[in-house]
Structure formats: structure tokens, C-alpha cells
């Protein structure tokens, strides 16, 4: 199947994938809204745990065919993803949702650098600048209301965007995964996750049964929507639209995220980044798109992949963002 859409119905493509991004964009604010430091592990336990069932129904029969090497590279990638999770969502509790959806895009600046330093190739002047711009438009944007130390939220959703670029040069780089079926590799992320915080949640906050006890009908339906849009429905759509477009353009509409992040913190969470915060903004976003851009035009080809296999989900979105939706 041709992988380049007719512009007639290339916007019938185009919208789930941007629907994608508006869901995961808001998904910041929908777990600020139900978490706090004590209920961290427990509603990712929730979250996970009604998403994992219905995965792992639709991918039943690749999940049977994983082999000795693919589980164990999907274990790896889960532990590398367990990270992510947790710093991405204490990392929410601590900042505003604003802030934290356009820091994580930091990953588009730190993904090409860090392939740079492993290839030992320099990036492009255009690159450079660009990775410039964005990160002056974090320290604008973490000061929008005077020049005082970053908040601890900040700090720990730059982790999580270097813990997501590390994850897609994992992925790129550790052969056992590159030709694991998408499903199954993703159940096996997800369920590594839920194991790790199972053994966490006796030892830190709130059990998930107690707070799944505790929770009202509204958070309830935050905890479904994370679960079900941000997680399953994303995983669906982006494997859907990359089998019938390019990857490149599901990356560029996935790019949008991080704006998002910022309409819908703004419009209802809240958020007032103030002058110099509304400039770092737009200094991220202009800096991320253009990094993104020169990125790709100084790109060599990667080798061939086998007939009958496709991209891993990070490494269609080159951002690094798995098909898991935001914490």
C-alpha cells in the first residue's frame, strides 16, 4: 500500500493524528487534575491496568510470538518507559501543565544531539541555532514571573525529556526490538511498568485500591480518559495513519503536542506564564519545528529494514514519545 496519501483524502488521516496530539497535549492537565505526590504510583497503576487487558486482547497473537530476545529487549525498553513515567508525572504535580508539555519537547533538541555525539558528527549550524533558541525559551518560560530558581517540577520533566531521548536511542539501537510487532512490544512496556509498580505502591503513598475507592465520578472519568484516549486509542490511530502516510508527516502533526499543552493549560487550567513565559513559549515551539526540520534535511538514510516490518512507535514520532500518550 502506498504510504503517500492523495490530498484528497489526506485529511481524513491527518485528523486522528492531530486528534493524537490534542489528546496527549491535554493529558498534563487531566493528570495534574487527579494526582498529587502520595497518589503518583497508584494512579498509574490504574491508568495501566485497565489499558493492558484490552492491548493485550487485540495482540494476543503476537504477544504468543515474541521470542526469548524480544522479551527481553521488551523489558528493557518497559524499565526505560517505567522512568519516564514517573518523572514525567511527579514532574506534573510539581509544575503547571504548561510548563511541563513544553519542556518535554526539549526531547526534539535532544534526541538529534545526542545521535550526533554517538555518530560524532557535527549537527548543522541551522540545528544549533535552533537547540539555542529552545533553550532560552525554557529559561523564559520557567522565569515568566521573575528570575527565581526553576521549581522542582521543571527539573524533573528536563530528566524525563533526556530519559525519553535515551528510550528512542535505545530503540534505534537494540537490534532484539526492531522488527517486534508494535502491539506486543507495547504490552510488554506496559506490563514491565505495572510490575515495577506494584512493587512500589506498598512502599510509597496511597495504595491504587484505596484511592480507586476514594475516587469521584469526575476523576474517574480523568483516569479513563488517560487510559483508554492518551494510551489505547493513540496506540491504534498512529499505527493506523503510519500504514497509510508517511512518517514524517505523523511526526510533524505529533510535533504539535507541546502547543497543545500550552492552549489547553492556559484556556483551562489556569496557567499564567506571564509575559517573559508566553515569549519562552513561542521560542520552543519556533526552536522545536525548526530543530525538527534541519534534523531531517541533514539526515542520512538509515539501512533498509526487512519486507514486512515497520517503524517501532518512538521511532515514528522522532521525538521519542512512545504511543502511551503523556503521563
Known amino acids: 500500500m502506498s504510504t503517500q496519501p ?120 541551522a540545528f544549533l541555532a535552533a537547540a539555542t533558541l529552545s533553550v532560552l525559551g525554557v529559561v523564559m518560560l520557567t522565569q515568566g514571573a521573575g528570575f527565581t530558581t526553576p521549581s522542582l517540577g521543571d527539573l524533573l520533566m528536563l530528566l524525563a525529556a533526556l530519559a525519553r531521548t535515551a528510550n528512542v536511542l535505545v530503540i534505534h539501537r537494540l537490534p532484539a526490538v526492531r522488527s517486534t510487532d508494535d502491539g506486543a512490544l507495547t504490552f510488554m512496556q506496559l506490563s514491565t511498568a505495572v510490575i515495577v509498580f506494584s512493587l512500589l505502591s506498598p512502599f510509597v503513598g496511597t495504595t491504587p485500591w484505596h484511592l480507586a475507592s476514594t475516587l469521584t ?27 497509510r502516510t508517511s512518517p514524517s508527516r505523523v511526526s510533524l502533526l505529533l510535533g504539535t503536542e507541546p502547543l497543545w499543552a500550552a492552549v489547553v493549560g492556559i484556556a483551562f487550567g489556569g496557567d499564567q506564564p506571564g509575559f517573559l513565559g508566553y515569549f519562552g513559549a513561542t521560542l520552543i515551539l519556533i526552536g522545536s519545528f525548526w530543530g525538527r526540520r534541519a534534523a531531517e534535511q541533514s539526515a542520512t538514510p538509515g539501512p533498509a529494514r526487512p519486507p514486512g516490518t515497520k517503524p517501532t512507535h518512538d521511532a515514528v514520532t522522532t521525538e521519542g514519545r512512545t504511543a502511551l500518550g503523556a503521563s
Open 217 to 243: 465520578g469526575a476523576q474517574w472519568l480523568n483516569v479513563l480518559y488517560l487510559s483508554l484516549m492518551c494510551t489505547l486509542f493513540a496506540f491504534f490511530v498512529q499505527l493506523w495513519a503510519v500504514r
Open 6 to 125: 492523495s490530498s484528497r483524502r489526506a485529511w481524513l488521516i491527518d485528523a486522528p493524528v492531530l486528534m493524537i496530539a490534542v489528546v496527549w497535549g491535554s493529558s498534563y492537565l487531566a493528570t495534574k487534575e487527579i494526582t498529587s505526590g502520595a497518589t503518583v504510583i497508584a494512579i498509574l497503576l490504574l491508568r495501566f491496568l485497565l489499558a493492558i487487558p484490552l492491548l493485550g486482547i487485540a495482540a494476543r497473537r503476537k504477544i504468543r510470538g515474541l521470542t526469548p530476545r524480544e522479551l527481553s529487549g521488551g523489558l528493557i525498553l518497559g524499565l526505560i518507559l517505567t522512568a519516564i513515567f514517573l518523572l514525567e508525572t511527579y514532574g506534573v504535580v510539581h509544575t503547571s501543565a504548561t510548563n511541563a508539555g513544553l519542556i518535554i519537547s526539549l526531547t526534539l533538541i535532544f534526541t538529534p544531539l545526542a545521535e550526533s555525539g554517538l555518530s560524532r558528527a557535527l549537527p548543522s549550524r
